[in-house]
């Protein structure tokens, strides 16, 4: 018997012998091949995921006599309904005998699958009261869709892949469509598919724990019915093919987006940073997930303000300066004909309180050897998601070009744009207060976002020359008229000792 004894025929349009024989996709065949202990592959609807993750369980149950293996859903009913299925159904198109235990509803939940040997176990659980229902030792353990499940799930299992039969062989697997981003497997697994692996210190001895992590695309599975990519195609928002077709990681809506007067095709695109125009960073030192967001504004030849973003940064688990210190060194590679003096750091009162334990990041960075010159208000909610919604909806600028422009590589922002920022669901019978959730990861983007129109979009839109007023009073904006100038210096120092803090 081969893997593809286990596969349906062949219903790939672009394949000559399609009806006539039985094949695995390259992406399949990786998941496969993989040696890693745990192995997480993340894909698009019907991307092939749930048949692969099945039937490499199956062979390393008929392979090893003596192992046992686990297959891990949410709930009984999804489990029936999908992953016990396909791992049924592919033992029955191989011709493969066992003997079923545990008979609930119609559906064994435990089989014994007799082999050259001596004969394997495969067991089918929920995840509620997991550790009550599970045996102490596994040789190979299926969680489809992990989404749904919480890392203590992932952790118990990791403790019982342990099964001696199966020592050189253990795997342990994870299948999924795409969660958002401030998911537990997003944490483990990491941004982009690779192979790893963490070294761990026994006793002075040095173990690795390996780990793979696989995307794979909705198009690349061949089985798919013919009309079936087409079908799921209509209808749904780039972001939404990001994820549901593509494979990627992205947002979950779970209520309504905070801005939905943004439109991909209007406010995403290729904006620079202008020549002469102060590079803004607005920070948000927000609890374990820090984030910056980098801004123009500037004034075209209409003389109509416009906003751009061009780029944004955040890191997990990660304390202020350090954060500070990978901001700076990325603000010089990106933009390394940029002066220090054009940069203008923006953020949030709350970043320079005093706490118990010490003073705020805002301070901190002020001093040597980071000398940030910081300004800084109270910037609230409410009537800031209110101005920008308003500039949102602006028409384009009679310029021709868009008043408001996200630099398409800005993914999070995008995407927090788009409905991963979003106010709480609406619950028949109660009232919900109007403002966006905190879900500790886009949020923190977005309130840089804030922060920067706080700083410099409000005071246009209450007097529109304000801007212009400034040009020629903050040494920062001052400096862009001086370029070249034997003043170049003396503004320099200026700068250096008036430090320009806003209240």
């Known amino acids: 018997m081969t893997p593809d004894d286990l596969f349906p025929i062949c219903a790939d349009k672009m394949c000559p012998r399609i009806g006539q024989h039985k094949h695995i996709s390259p992406p399949q065949q990786d998941f496969l091949d993989a040696t890693e202990k745990y192995v997480y592959m993340q894909g698009g609807y019907g991307s092939g995921k749930s048949i692969i993750a099945c039937i490499k369980g199956i062979l390393l149950s008929i392979s090893l006599p003596g192992n046992r293996g686990v297959v891990i859903r949410e709930s009984y009913p999804k489990l029936h309904d999908s992953t016990q299925r396909t791992f049924m159904e592919c033992l029955d198109r191989a011709g493969i005998r066992y003997k079923g235990r545990e008979n609930r509803d119609g559906w064994y939940h435990r089989i014994i699958i007799p082999v050259k040997g001596g004969s394997s176990e495969v067991f089918f659980r929920e995840t509620k009261q997991l550790g009550r229902f599970l045996g102490s030792e596994f040789g190979w353990w299926l969680v489809d869709e992990a989404l749904e499940v919480d890392k203590d799930v992932f952790k118990k299992l990791q403790g019982r892949l342990r099964l001696p039969a199966a020592r050189g062989f253990y795997s342990g697997m994870l299948i999924s469509n795409p969660p958002h981003l401030n998911h537990w497997l997003h944490e483990v697994f990491g941004e982009e598919p690779r192979s790893f692996s963490v070294e761990v210190d026994i006793d002075g001895q040095i173990e690795l724990s390996t780990f793979r992590y696989m995307q794979v695309s909705t198009r690349q599975n061949p089985h798919n019915p013919p009309g079936y990519l087409a079908d799921l195609l209509t209808g749904l928002t780039q972001a939404e093919i990001d994820r549901l077709v593509e494979g990627q990681y992205g947002y979950i809506p779970d209520g309504p987006p905070v801005y939905p007067m943004f439109e991909h095709h ?67 590679q990106v933009w390394p004909q940029l002066d220090t003096i054009m940069v203008e750091d923006d953020g949030d009162i709350a970043g320079s309180h005093v706490s118990d334990t010490g003073p705020g990041p805002i301070n901190i960075l002020a001093g040597a050897p980071w000398n940030l010159n910081f300004s800084y208000k109270k910037c609230d909610v409410e009537p800031g998601v209110r101005m920008i919604r308003d500039f949102l909806k602006l028409p384009e600028c009679k310029c021709g070009q868009s008043r408001f422009l996200v630099h398409r590589k800005v993914r999070h922002v995008i995407e927090a744009f788009q409905g991963g920022y ?14 966006p959730v905190k879900d500790g990861f886009y949020d923190d983007f977005m309130d840089s976002v804030r922060y920067a129109t706080e700083h410099h979009l409000r005071s246009e839109l209450i007097d529109p020359k304000l801007i212009d007023a400034l040009d020629k009073t903050d040494p920062r904006r001052m400096y862009r008229h001086l370029r070249g100038d034997p003043w170049q210096r003396a503004m320099r120092k200026l700068m ?3 430090t320009t803090r806003g209240v």
Request: net charge positive.
């Open 496 to 498: 250096q000792e008036h």
């Open 422 to 435: 979003h106010m709480r669901r609406a619950v028949a019978g109660k009232g919900v207060k109007e403002e």
């Open 266 to 332: 209007r406010h995403v695109g290729l904006p620079q940073l202008p020549e002469h125009v102060p590079l803004v960073r607005a920070w948000d030192f927000g609890f374990r997930h820090p984030a910056v967001s980098f801004h123009a504004f500037w004034r075209c030849r209409k003389e109509e303000i416009h906003w751009n973003v061009l780029d944004a940064m955040d890191s997990r688990m990660v304390e202020a300066v350090p954060f500070a210190e990978s901001v700076i060194r990325y603000t010089t």
